[in-house]
């Protein structure tokens, strides 16, 4: 969603860009030695920034299987179909 959409002015907009920012950083900490995690370790990691999501085993799993089938093929093969209508 845009910063815009939500209601913030220019003024407000660059410290926002800020708090994501960190936001972003601390995530990609957190997720860093993510193939290393067991599976109860890696829900806590994701209930660390989504709190109030209602089914997070269920987005751990697309996650997880997003990331196996991005293991499975090359970014070539991503990009030709994006650019092939």
Do not use: A, C
């Amino acid at each position: 969603m845009s910063i815009r959409e939500i209601g913030y002015g220019d003024q407000s907009i660059n410290k926002k860009m800020k708090d994501y920012i960190n936001l972003f950083h601390s995530m990609v900490s957190e997720i860093h030695f993510w193939e290393d995690l067991s599976k109860s370790d890696k829900l806590k990691k994701i209930s660390i920034f989504l709190s109030d999501f209602g089914n997070i085993e269920y987005l751990l799993d697309y996650f997880e299987n997003f990331n196996v089938d991005l293991s499975k093929k090359t970014l070539n093969s991503y990009l030709k179909s994006v650019s092939n209508p």
